[in-house]
């Protein structure tokens, strides 16, 4: 849960700040589908904020305040979910800021490359990792020797 904590003040700094810039003057100029997308990304930004803060009310309401297994369950799946959120939604607003800066093609080539990055980085490489050390666990017991852990 200590994951939630940490990134939820990010992602609530960056919600205020994409809620503000559509009150000035620079974002009226922008063309109908770059607001669009903006407002994409808003959704996409507060949907990770909320799903950062559901495991607080449901240690609260269901756990009663108790730390259990189904509670830290629980909470990793809205951990995920809720990166997978972000990611897109900071690429949806990349997009928006470099399609300004340099073109419409740039941008979605910038926002797919800053996509893949988040979710590569946040997702793919730990599920690979845990992959592999499932496969090195898995080793270890069938020779008969102690998985290896690093300190």
């Known amino acids: 849960?200590?994951?939630a904590r940490v990134v939820l003040p990010g992602?609530?700094?960056l919600l205020g700040f994409q809620l503000a810039v559509v009150l000035t003057h620079a974002f009226e100029m922008l063309p109908v589908r770059a607001k669009a997308v903006h407002a994409l990304a808003l959704a996409l930004v507060a949907l990770?904020?909320?799903l950062l803060m559901a495991p607080a009310a449901?240690?609260?309401i269901v756990f009663?305040?108790?730390v259990a297994p189904q509670l830290l369950q629980i909470g990793s799946k809205f951990i995920l979910a809720a990166t997978l959120a972000l990611a897109f939604g900071l690429s949806a607003d990349v997009y928006v800021v470099i399609a300004r800066i340099?073109?419409?093609t740039v941008g979605l080539g910038t926002a797919m490359l800053s996509l893949g990055t988040l979710v590569g980085l946040w997702h793919v490489s730990p599920l690979v990792l845990r992959?592999?050390?499932k496969a090195t666990a898995q080793t270890d017991?069938?020779?008969g020797t102690v998985a290896r852990t690093p300190r």
Request: charged letters at 25%.
């Open 1 to 3: 849960m200590t994951e």
């Open 11 to 13: 992602a609530q700094a």
């Open 48 to 50: 990770c904020t909320i």
């Open 58 to 60: 449901y240690h609260r």
């Open 64 to 66: 009663s305040g108790e």
């Open 102 to 104: 340099a073109g419409e």
């Open 131 to 133: 992959s592999q050390r």
């Open 141 to 143: 017991r069938q020779l």
